[in-house]
């Protein structure tokens, strides 16, 4: 029973991989210690930022994403996930590289809205400049109508509540961070978004479901859940 081994790519950043290992944990059928999951983490914090490389204004985080994918390898992980959803542009890059399955969070969260929200018609994604850049939610949710920020409030609201001076990746969970994440989200229900998804592990830490009228949808919520389901990924 819950012998396989779960590795966590992480380290971008730092407080959002050791949330995905809680949301792992939380989401383990346990009643003792010996039930849980041996979980091998790699948070490799100088992986290089996801959103500058992708924007053409950083150098490319591949080389030591599979360094750390290379480290789960090596400890015979059955399976990985990526606690960051913009450096899912570059999964298929890093899989060609290990022989374990990355679980890729688009797909997961793809499945998990089909099947408990079939009717909404339009999501709305808070996430990184660079995840919106990639259109990769676009790419997995084509038969939606997905709705992001103005490029104002992108910048202003969503982007400074996330690298801002006082912004989560400094360490703020809560005040200005979570004003302008419900700011944004604000913006999103006003043109007609119906579920809003939290499209960058580091807002999953400050805006949280009760804040607002609407389902929030965490995907690392769901990849916990589905990396710890009994028949997913089992060894051989």
């Given at each position: 029973?819950?012998?396989?081994?779960?590795?966590?790519?992480?380290?971008?950043?730092?407080?959002?991989?050791?949330?995905?290992?809680?949301?792992?944990?939380?989401?383990?059928?346990?009643?003792?210690?010996?039930?849980?999951?041996?979980?091998?983490?790699?948070?490799?914090?100088?992986?290089?930022?996801?959103?500058?490389?992708?924007?053409?204004?950083?150098?490319?985080?591949?080389?030591?994403?599979?360094?750390?994918?290379?480290?789960?390898?090596?400890?015979?992980v059955d399976?990985?996930?990526?606690?960051?959803?913009?450096?899912?542009?570059?999964?298929?890059?890093?899989?060609?590289?290990?022989?374990?399955?990355?679980?890729?969070?688009?797909?997961?969260?793809?499945?998990?809205?089909?099947?408990?929200?079939?009717?909404?018609?339009?999501?709305?994604?808070?996430?990184?400049?660079?995840?919106?850049?990639?259109?990769?939610?676009?790419?997995?949710?084509?038969?939606?109508?997905?709705i992001?920020?103005?490029?104002?409030t992108?910048?202003?609201?969503?982007?400074?509540?996330?690298?801002?001076?006082?912004?989560?990746?400094?360490?703020?969970?809560?005040?200005?961070?979570?004003?302008?994440?419900?700011?944004?989200?604000?913006?999103?229900?006003?043109?007609?978004?119906?579920?809003?998804?939290?499209?960058c592990?580091?807002?999953?830490?400050?805006?949280?479901?009760?804040?607002l009228?609407?389902?929030?949808?965490?995907?690392?919520?769901v990849?916990?859940?589905?990396?710890?389901?009994?028949?997913?990924?089992?060894?051989?």
């Amino acid at each position: 029973m819950n012998d396989k081994i779960i590795g966590i790519l992480g380290g971008m950043g730092p407080e959002a991989t050791a949330e995905c290992y809680m949301k792992i944990i939380r989401a383990t059928n346990a009643s003792k210690d010996q039930e849980h999951y041996r979980v091998i983490i790699d948070s490799n914090a100088k992986i290089p930022d996801r959103t500058e490389a992708i924007s053409g204004k950083g150098e490319n985080p591949v080389p030591e994403m599979v360094h750390a994918a290379k480290n789960l390898e090596k400890l015979d992980v059955d399976v990985a996930c990526i606690p960051c959803m913009t450096a899912h542009y570059f999964i298929e890059e890093v899989q060609k590289s290990v022989s374990f399955p990355l679980l890729n969070a688009f797909l997961e969260l793809k499945k998990f809205i089909q099947d408990h929200y079939p009717t909404v018609p339009k999501i709305g994604v808070l996430a990184t400049t660079g995840t919106l850049e990639t259109g990769l939610f676009q790419k997995y949710f084509d038969h939606l109508e997905v709705i992001a920020p103005t490029p104002y409030t992108q910048n202003e609201k969503v982007m400074r509540a996330i690298y801002g001076e006082n912004g989560i990746k400094s360490g703020n969970t809560d005040g200005e961070p979570l004003q302008l994440l419900k700011d944004a989200s604000q913006e999103l229900l006003d043109n007609g978004a119906e579920l809003i998804i939290s499209g960058c592990t580091e807002i999953g830490l400050v805006l949280k479901p009760y804040h607002l009228p609407v389902p929030l949808i965490d995907p690392m919520e769901v990849v916990a859940n589905v990396v710890v389901k009994e028949t997913v990924y089992q060894k051989s």
